[in-house]
């Protein structure tokens, strides 16, 4: 599959809040709000739907897209359950 460009903009945890996926050679310019950050990058065209459905973070420091981890379950309880 074919690489694209995105454009995925983010809060300050890392969490997804948009992706934009513009034409070949169009300049595009993305302002984000207080506490977010835009991270352009190349990704494969299937990976953009892995973004949009949650699937991944971004690491900021690292300026990376990577894959969210698991959530663990043990020893965490809902506090209103107990």
């Not at 969490?15 to 990058?41: F, N």
């Not at 698991?70 to 809902?78: A, K, L, V």
Request: charged letters at 25%; aromatic letters at 2%.
């Amino acid at each position: 599959m074919a690489k694209v460009r995105a454009l995925v903009v983010h809060d300050e945890l890392g969490r997804i809040i948009s992706i934009a996926r513009p034409a070949k050679d169009a300049k595009v310019i993305i302002s984000s709000p207080e506490g977010h950050a835009v991270l352009e990058t190349e990704v494969e065209e299937d990976m953009v739907y892995e973004l949009v459905a949650g699937a991944h973070r971004v690491d900021a420091q690292a300026q990376a897209i990577v894959a969210n981890a698991p959530e663990s379950t043990s020893g965490s309880r809902d506090p209103q359950q107990q």
